[in-house]
């Protein structure tokens, strides 16, 4: 039996409950699922600014509360909050294990970052969608596997830090070194890559992301518990939370989450298996317990995904409020004020009116009259002046425009955008840097 927790399934998820998994979890294995595609690109632009940077900025949190609490409980850490710098990130790992006492050891695996190899291959490399070629490229990042990963788990390191490796094999590689699988038995990679796809997103297969008053009720979700796997060597694994925690982990919370980013059931393609999750089967044993088994596999792609980030211009925003009689007809005069002021500047400008139309682009389905509206207009540029521009327009609304606007606010945000490439497989090689503390 090995038992794995998901501690985190984004980068700005919340802290406690990773602690809380790895005081009372009985866990072997702690994984921090931390990165994006546009997170990837925005850890590139950091280490651009400080060479020393460029991991998680919420690493050095996590590891203070996190590193007493693994060297007591004995438990291992899997995280790809190295991002663009995890050899970066191993060291500042190390620095605050001294600081703290702590002896330990960090894996860093590196290999993923191909920019050199996207750059210099611009005119042959297929980008989906295509990227214009005055467009600056400023990241370029492959999906690893857990093959990647398993000579870091093979050094006994206390944590494993990466940078962008696919999020199941982030739990994939623990199954495969604990239990001796073969890198090339499919079947068994699949279904430990359901087990994966099932934990990757943490609070949300617990009920987080899926709550629906009224509807789908979830109780205590201002503590809700991150799910718990334990495997076994057959692949097939129970699925749970600590008892003391709020959510819900039931039958529709695991299949929203085996649904969730799956756009071929019947193909879903890992650096490390091409997974059939038609044959998957889920069963409720008892409160909270989820079995999971089944899944086929067949053999691992020749190419890779890479995730490319570019610059993709400046964003400028404003935002002003409405409220009373009235108030949409003057928000709307608002907003081709500014459009007939300042739409010609832009090669795309968007006029919204949150809580009327900002979602599904139509009036109220009722055909209620709002009582209050809030115009935001949003426009891209290729320069910060230029857009810089909208939110100005929107603050001279409150004595240039209709009777009563409040709240202004203006924005302007450098924009990464992303596109997706192809990579061969051989052109990567990933490595193991190892990093200890030595002032203990």
Known sequence: MLRIGSGAGFSGDRLEPAVLLAEKGNLDYLVLECLAERTIALAQKRK?????????????????????????????????????NPIGGAEKIIEIAEELGISIKVAAVTGDDVFSYINNTRGTAKMNPPLSVDREIVSANAYLGADAIVPALQTEADIIITGRVAD???FLAPMIHHFGWSLEDYHLLAKGTVVGHLLECGGQLTGGYFADPGKKDVSGLAEIGFPIAEVKSDGSALLTKLPSTGGVL?????????????????????????????KVELKEKELDQ?????ALGNEKPDLLKVSVGYQAGFLGEGEISYA???????ARLAGEIVEERIGDLFSEIKIDYIGLTSAHAGNLSDGSTPYEVRLRVAGMADNLETASIVGEEIESLYTNGPAGGGGA??????????????VPRDIITAEVVLRETVKI
């Open 168 to 170: 199941p094999s982030l």
């Open 48 to 84: 651009k600014l400080d060479p020393l940077k460029g991991y998680d900025p919420l690493l050095e949190k996590r590891m203070r509360l996190l590193l007493p609490v693994i060297k007591e409980q004995g438990v291992k850490v899997i995280s790809n909050m190295g991002a663009a």
């Open 324 to 330: 009373g009689e009235n108030a949409e007809l003057r």
């Open 250 to 278: 039931n039958m529709m919370t695991a299949k929203e989450q085996l649904l969730y980013e799956v756009t071929d059931p019947n193909g879903y393609i890992t650096p490390d298996v091409i997974a059939d999750f038609t």
């Open 409 to 422: 606010r203006k924005y302007t945000n450098e924009v990464l955008g992303i596109v997706s490439a192809m």
């Open 290 to 294: 989820i079995l999971v088994k089944g």
